[in-house]
Antibody, heavy 123, light 109 residues
Framework: QVQLVQSGAEVKKPGASVKVSCKAS????????MHWVRQAPGQGLEWMGRINPNSGGTNYAQKFQGRVTMTRDTSISTAYMELSRLRSDDTAVYYC????????????????WGQGTLVTVSS | SSELTQDPAVSVALGQTVRITCQGD??????ASWYQQKPGQAPVLVIY???NRPSGIPDRFSGSSSGNTASLTITGAQAEDEADYYCNSRDSSGNHGWVFGGGTKLTVL
């Protein structure tokens, strides 16, 4: 079955970087964009950006431009999200999610999602 | 960038019908998708496109859209439907981004 499995929880100090992985299985990894979404404690979902696993091309939310880098390793069907210059308000659960779309109809959706990776930023 | 607006909280009596709405300019160009999230769990897709349910999602969940508003309707709400619900669409402002609504906490009484 289609599955996304993320790396484990991380604890980082302010100013450090974190790199979260998302391993895909059950489908052709290069055939679907991968998105990253985060959720701070008690807050809603926030879109961070996406990567085209085939080309490596990325689109980032303006809020994260300059701090986030999304990459992939097609040999192991894994996407990565690295966030630098961490602050306490970056403490959140980070999710990867596969984009699906239906032709050029304007239908887009995320399915499935990874299980989430808790990143805690604390001195 | 675009924004999607949801009511923060909605309640429904067990077995009754509830509608959760999502408003935003991007919905004039793109369909919303809807996600259910229970505490401590990852979001789960419940509705996408015009009104499509992934396999395993009960048919009491349905979706609709008109103008700048998308709606998720639960007909005959069950106790297990108590959760947070988020709408999402592609951003129509040309920045190649996506946007989520702030989420609606559904309480089943």
């Amino acid at each position: 079955q289609v599955q996304l499995v993320q790396s484990g929880a991380e604890v980082k100090k302010p100013g450090a970087s974190v790199k979260v992985s998302c391993k895909a299985s059950g489908y052709t990894f290069t055939g679907y964009y991968m998105h990253w979404v985060r959720q701070a404690p008690g807050q809603g979902l926030e879109w961070m950006g996406r990567i085209n696993p085939n080309s490596g091309g990325t689109n980032y939310a303006q809020k994260f431009q300059g701090r986030v880098t999304m990459t992939r390793d097609t040999s192991i069907s894994t996407a990565y999200m690295e966030l630098s210059r961490l602050r306490s308000d970056d403490t959140a659960v980070y999710y990867c999610a596969r984009e699906q779309k239906y032709g050029s109809s304007g239908w887009y959706w995320f399915d499935p999602w990874g299980q989430g990776t808790l990143v805690t930023v604390s001195s | 960038s675009s924004e999607l607006t949801q009511d923060p909280a909605v309640s429904v009596a067990l077995g009754q019908t509830v509608r959760i709405t999502c408003q935003g300019d991007s919905l004039r160009s793109y369909y919303a998708s809807w996600y259910q999230q229970k505490p401590g769990q990852a979001p789960v897709l419940v509705i996408y496109g015009k009104n499509n349910r992934p396999s395993g999602i009960p048919d009491r969940f349905s979706g609709s859209s008109s103008g700048n508003t998308a709606s998720l309707t639960i007909t005959g709400a069950q106790a297990e439907d108590e959760a947070d619900y988020y709408c999402n669409s592609r951003d129509s402002s040309g920045n190649h981004g996506w946007v989520f609504g702030g989420g609606t906490k559904l309480t089943v009484l």
